[in-house]
């Protein structure tokens, strides 16, 4: 069964701390992506990875970074929270080739204080 | 510059209705279409569209791709109240990401 795992469902973080997210696939796919959503906004891409230690900036790329160390792990990355940050993250994975759709996470809702 | 827009934003229907939301798309290089459902937490697959004029289908759901007119379409038969979530069209063009609408916010009442 295909499964994409993050590390915490809820956090809650203080202004200007660093935020780790983690994000766990195990179909062995080569893309992976960080997105947040927002109410009224769907869900917009931060950043992706087509392979390990690739990124590339997705629409949204301000006030975060991404690491790939791993091909079944990547990390979203809030150097210095603000509360505008304060939102749902979903992690997805798909295979490189061909039209294949993205599985996704749980979510990790995050607030900022 | 790629853009998707779904419509209504959000919809209030009672159990045994039928629903169409809607998918209007810009893209410079289509690849496939496709629809999510997202109920408390994960959106889940429901179909890919590829093909324009070829109805994919599933239970009481629907979906079918116009690429002349730049549109997709989902549809429900009979709601039911687990049919209440967000549902999300999202484009795939050429360079494999996915572009996202706003997402219908459906709400099935007893």
């Known amino acids: 069964d295909v499964k994409v795992t993050q590390s915490s469902r809820y956090l809650v973080k203080r202004t200007g701390e660093k935020v780790f997210l983690e994000c766990v696939q195990d179909?062995?796919?080569?893309?992976m992506f960080w997105y947040r959503q927002d109410p009224g906004l769907g869900l917009r891409l931060i950043y992706f990875s087509y392979d390990v230690k690739m990124k590339e900036k997705g629409d949204i790329p301000e006030g975060y970074s991404v690491s790939r160390e791993k091909k079944e792990r990547f990390s979203l990355i809030l150097e210095s929270a603000s509360t505008n940050q304060t939102s749902m993250y979903l992690c997805a994975s798909s295979h490189r080739q061909g039209a294949y759709e993205q599985y996704f996470g749980p979510g990790t809702r995050l607030t900022v204080t | 510059e790629d853009k998707v827009v779904q419509s209504p934003l959000s919809l209030v229907v009672h159990e045994g209705d039928t629903v169409t939301l809607n998918c209007s798309y810009e893209?410079?290089?289509?690849?496939?279409l496709l629809w999510y459902k997202q109920e408390k937490k994960a959106p889940t697959f429901l179909f890919m569209l590829t093909s324009s004029g070829i109805e994919k289908k599933s239970g009481r759901l629907s979906s079918i791709l116009d690429k002349k007119e730049l549109f997709s379409i989902l549809n429900i038969t009979a709601t039911q109240t687990g049919d209440s979530a967000i549902y999300l069209c999202?484009?795939?063009?050429?360079?494999?990401?996915?572009?996202f609408g706003q997402g219908t916010t459906l709400q099935v009442k007893p």
């Open positions: 999202a484009l795939k063009g050429n360079t494999g990401k996915l572009i």
């Open positions: 179909m062995d796919h080569e893309n």
């Open positions: 893209v410079t290089n289509f690849r496939s």
